[in-house]
């Protein structure tokens, strides 16, 4: 039986209120809170996990600007975590959406379920998509595992706007997709600047490499096996030379692909528990590099580029 969930603070909503307010993104409205537009009907929930989240040394976070990968990164870090325990025939991401596997921190706040994260046995696979100077102190000072996914920010954009495209109720306009290109291309849209948001922990990745691993989701489409290595490797749980003869490897890659996770949330009935107009399926698009090419014409394109050389320039960091 679930708890009652306690009400925010209502200085969190007063807070709110006062925040500077975009409204283009239907159905999701933007606040800008510590120089990110983040949306606003999770804010109470960030600002409850900021005062309140305990990290543990052990735990393991699942990172990303929204649209880079997260779905895939969270499905295989569940599945490399727990391979010993579930057979490939009965396995939690045959019948839940990787979301419901690993779940988004703050969501847990909102449900009034803070105490299922102490109840959590360590360690814990956990979810966020806060750039990391919003992060919680207890999680950047915890000496816990950070892995995150970051994408060409061009095919983030074309993501993020059929994603909305599909949200939008249809008694409302969805954004032009002009409007939503300008936006993002000023850091105002769903989480914030998506260069600030991979600089924060590209930056923090060269820092700690040890405990913040920087992934790209091109490479992962690329590499799947080298990729699935390297994040079993960091989680502290690298696959045995008897794991990789009997093909644990590809089994969770096959498990995880885009093919067999949408085809998946294509047969699920239940409803995810959000708070946005969300299906099982929602999350599943294409699954492509390069996507880009068939909604932006060059000079968009070109001037996206031109954004991230000169966000990105001297980091290190390219796309
Ligand atoms: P597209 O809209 O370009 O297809 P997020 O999980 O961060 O919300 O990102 C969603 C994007 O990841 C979507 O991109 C979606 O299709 C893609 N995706 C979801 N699951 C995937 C998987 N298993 N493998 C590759 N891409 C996946």
């Not at 008694?171 to 769903?190: H, N, Q, T």
């Not at 990745?205 to 080298?226: D, W």
């Not at 794991?243 to 089994?251: D, P, S, T």
């Not at 999350?283 to 880009?292: L, P, V």
């Amino acid at each position: 039986k679930r708890e009652d969930a306690p009400k925010p603070p209502k200085e969190f909503d007063d807070l709110i209120s006062t925040l500077p307010l975009n409204q283009d993104w239907i159905p999701i409205r933007l606040r800008k809170y510590q120089d990110f537009w983040i949306p606003e009907h999770s804010l109470p929930d960030v600002m409850a996990m900021q005062q309140n989240f305990q990290a543990r040394p052990d735990d393991l976070f699942v990172l990303s600007y929204p649209k880079s990968g997260t779905t895939w990164l969270k499905a295989l870090a569940f599945a490399i975590m727990n391979r010993t325990r579930y057979s490939m025939a009965d396995h939690p991401l045959l019948r839940s959406n990787p979301h419901e596997c690993v779940l988004f921190i703050q969501r847990l706040f909102s449900d009034g379920r803070p105490s299922k994260l102490e109840a959590m046995p360590s360690p814990r696979l956990l979810g966020s998509h806060l750039p990391y100077p919003l992060l919680p102190n207890s999680m950047k000072g915890s000496g816990s595992r950070f892995l995150y996914v970051c994408r060409d920010p061009k095919d983030v954009f074309i993501s993020r706007w059929h994603f909305n495209d599909k949200m939008s109720p249809d008694s409302v306009e969805p954004i032009p997709f002009g409007k939503a290109f300008d936006l993002y291309c000023d850091g105002v849209s769903p989480y914030g600047s998506i260069w600030e948001h991979a600089l924060g922990y590209w930056e923090e990745s060269l820092r700690r490499p040890e405990k913040v691993l920087f992934l790209k989701y091109e490479e992962m489409l690329e590499e799947p096996a080298g990729s699935a290595k390297k994040l079993a490797e960091f989680m502290g749980c690298p696959f045995s030379p008897e794991e990789e003869k009997e093909g644990v490897v590809e089994g969770i890659i096959r498990l995880c692909s885009f093919d067999s996770l949408s085809k998946l949330a294509g047969s699920m009935t239940h409803k995810l528990n959000t708070k946005l107009p969300l299906q099982t399926t929602s999350f599943f698009r294409k699954g492509e590099a390069g996507d880009w090419r068939n909604h932006m014409s060059e000079e968009m394109a070109r001037r996206m580029d031109a954004v991230t050389s000169q966000k990105l320039d001297g980091s290190g960091l390219t796309f």
